[in-house]
């Protein structure tokens, strides 16, 4: 296990992926921070990020998660970094983070819809068929591929993954 990052640790992939929770026990195991780029809009805005997009749309979020995301990657000291499931297709997101270690968790789609179907906190998911998900999985695949690292998640603890991606990028 590494003891200490020389770079930012910027976890992608598609809602439900595990990105928050790898994310935050990686940051435990680390002792560095953790920052959750949707959960601090929710907070910024004082919204949630459904209340955001009914309210304002999907192109107002995504402005916001443009500007969060970059000052959150400017901040000198290395951190594990927890994006959106959008935010990778967004390319002026994926230049900010060419010195930033970039980790794909993959995850079977049938996982993904198992946990969607649980959580109905995403609202690009929210009454959407299993097909349509599969639909919006595909879709970003080709993005969340731009990552430099890619990480298959699937039938493993958080433990393992933890352990497994640290030794990937030490």
Excluded: Q
Aim: proline letters at 2%.
């Amino acid at each position: 296990m590494i003891k200490k990052i020389d770079r930012h640790i910027v976890l992608i992939g598609m809602m439900a992926s595990g990105k928050s929770t790898i994310g935050k026990n990686m940051s435990e195991a680390l002792g560095t921070f953790f920052y959750d780029i949707d959960y601090l809009i929710e907070k910024s805005e004082n919204k949630t990020i459904t209340e955001i997009f009914k309210i304002k749309g999907e192109e107002y979020f995504r402005k916001i998660e443009y500007e969060k995301t970059r000052e959150i990657i400017n901040i000198h000291t290395p951190s594990i970094i927890s994006l959106g499931g959008g935010a990778f297709i967004n390319p002026s997101i994926r230049n900010i983070m060419n010195d930033a270690h970039t980790i794909w968790l993959k995850l079977e789609i049938s996982e993904i819809i198992k946990r969607v179907k649980l959580n109905n906190k995403r609202p690009l998911l929210s009454g959407k068929s299993e097909e349509e998900i599969e639909k919006i999985y595909v879709e970003r695949e080709k993005y969340y591929s731009m990552a430099k690292i890619h990480y298959n998640c699937n039938n493993k603890s958080i433990k393992t993954c933890v352990t497994e991606i640290l030794s990937l990028i030490e």
